[in-house]
């Protein structure tokens, strides 16, 4: 449109110079190289214009695009912020229960501190004790321990008097020697004193099995390890000690400690164990 202006006004002075007002040549050039300018600068300013409104659009789809986003953000973090507060109550109320248990925990800790503490002198005392008999046995039997005859072990709490059937019984019988009621006579005043313990009395023999005669009061090794350990325990009752804390058990062969093949093995598997142990 500027154009078009531009274009009627050079006809109007045409036209005019037509008419008698003439405009000299130089004024008419200079005009026309300001219009040529000018038509320049408008179609610059034309393809800058351009340029903005396309700028201007793509900036308004990326404003309204963060507006959306930050819509969604402004969203999501009441979202989060009801969460956090929802999880810090929640954290609270944990952490409230949680000192509450610690409280109670310390409590029961230091009754179990104090339980274990008696336990553990409880503990001692029994193995005092046990050490204590053990003691007394050695030397109580401290001959027979020096012929071979009789061995004493502790272990764990378990004391046990190991005795060759030899020193008690004669070969075949089950009924004790008098020398063997002597043996066991020196142990009678400790095994008294033993109250918190139970005493088992084992009767052991070797792989020979029995025969002629002896069948007839003892078919088998069964037999004969079950009387003499009976016989053994019937005394320890008759010299005093509780038959509440004594118990007579059979093993006949099958509880070795050594080897049958020989004279020695044979001899060392037929005894007579006492055993100590903690009641049932």
């Known amino acids: 449109m500027i154009k078009r202006l531009l274009i009627y006004a050079v006809g109007g002075m045409l036209m005019l110079s037509a008419s008698g007002c003439l405009v000299a040549e130089s004024t008419y050039v200079k005009k026309v190289e300001e219009f040529d300018s000018v038509s320049k600068e408008l179609a610059e300013l034309q ?52 000192r509450q248990q610690v409280a109670e925990m310390k409590v029961e800790n230091s009754k179990l501190s104090d339980e274990i503490s008696e336990l553990q002198k409880a503990k001692e005392e029994k193995v005092k004790e046990v050490s204590g008999t053990y003691e ?54 400790t095994l008294k004193n033993v109250t918190d313990k139970a005493i088992r009395i084992e009767g052991h023999t070797d792989v020979v099995q029995i025969k002629g005669g002896l069948t007839r ?37 099958h509880k070795p400690v050594a080897d049958n093949a020989t004279k020695e093995g044979q001899a060392k598997n037929r005894r007579i164990e006492i055993i100590l142990v903690a009641k049932d």
């Open 47 to 98: 393809v800058v214009y351009k340029k903005l409104v396309l700028d201007n659009s793509v900036l308004k789809t990326k404003f309204n695009r963060l507006t959306e986003d930050a819509a969604i953000l402004s969203a999501d973090k009441k979202q989060l912020e009801g969460i956090l507060r929802a999880k810090s109550d929640t954290l609270s109320k944990n952490i409230s229960e949680l």
């Open 136 to 189: 007394k046995l050695l030397g109580d039997m401290k001959n027979e321990i020096a012929q071979g005859q009789v061995t004493i072990s502790e272990l764990k709490g378990k004391l046990t008097v190991n005795m060759e059937a030899a020193i008690l019984f004669d070969s075949g019988k089950a009924d004790v020697k008098p020398e063997g009621l002597e043996i066991l006579n020196k142990m009678v005043g």
């Open 217 to 253: 009061i003892f078919p088998t090794n069964w037999e004969l390890s079950a009387a003499r350990a009976i016989n053994v325990t019937r005394f320890l009752q008759e010299q005093g000690l509780d038959p509440r804390n004594l118990s007579a058990v059979a093993f006949a062969e």
